[in-house]
Nanobody, 123 residues
Framework: VQLQASGGGLVQAGGSLRLSCADS??????VGWFRQAPGKEREFVAA????????KYADDVKGRFTISRDNRNNTVYLQMNGLKPEDTAVYYC???????????????????WGQGTQVTVSS
């Protein structure tokens, strides 16, 4: 599985961005977004099952971020609204198999990772 993330950029606080992650189309069980700020560990943001019937969000993005998938073009999206300076990070998309939905937040649940895309939110 090859993943290609895009859509990052510089935005003012309160603004919106939509990240995209195109994959090679190989079937996986779930896809997710993680982020990593300078000096911090990679952290979970959002994930969904391949079929879209299970979604999970980190507490600090609930109500602001939405993960979705377009199966026609094998692309996963992360719509980010109400952005805050603390959302500044490199965002990574990932995909995996073999774990249940209550484990979607684990970095180790993902075998395939895309390159990151930088999101910077100015105050």
């Amino acid at each position: 599985v090859q993943l290609q993330a895009s859509g990052g950029g510089l935005v003012q606080a309160g603004g919106s961005l939509r990240l995209s992650c195109a994959d090679s189309g190989r079937i996986v069980a779930y896809v997710g977004w993680f982020r990593q700020a300078p000096g911090k560990e990679r952290e979970f943001v959002a994930a969904m099952s391949w079929r879209g019937d299970r979604k999970k969000y980190a507490d600090d993005v609930k109500g602001r971020f939405t993960i979705s998938r377009d199966n026609r073009n094998n692309t996963v999206y992360l719509q980010m609204n109400g952005l805050k300076p603390e959302d500044t990070a490199v965002y990574y998309c990932a995909a995996g198999t073999g774990y249940s939905s209550n484990q979607y937040h684990l970095v180790g649940a993902y075998r395939y990772w895309g390159q990151g895309t930088q999101v910077t939110v100015s105050s």
